[in-house]
């Protein structure tokens, strides 16, 4: 992903976005208010996983912002 050099968010040797880190909500990178998911965390995947991911970064986003996520 050419378009992240230069942001800042860590990616792994294969250029995907490294989020999970220790203290850190399942799909929020190392800069608190960003996450990621889906093709772009784990590679080119089925499309119900890229949704479930979103879902996932959604509710992490709200425990984040201290909202009840459901």
Do not use: C, E, N
Not at 26 to 40: C, N
């Amino acid at each position: 992903m050419p378009w992240l050099q230069g942001s800042g968010i860590k990616l792994d040797k294969w250029g995907l976005i490294q989020t999970g880190d220790v203290g850190y909500l399942p799909t929020q990178t190392h800069l608190k208010k960003v996450f990621a998911g889906g093709d772009a965390v784990h590679g080119a995947d089925l499309v119900v996983t890229a949704m479930a991911a979103g879902r996932q970064a959604a509710r992490d986003m709200l425990t984040l912002f201290d909202t009840k996520a459901s």
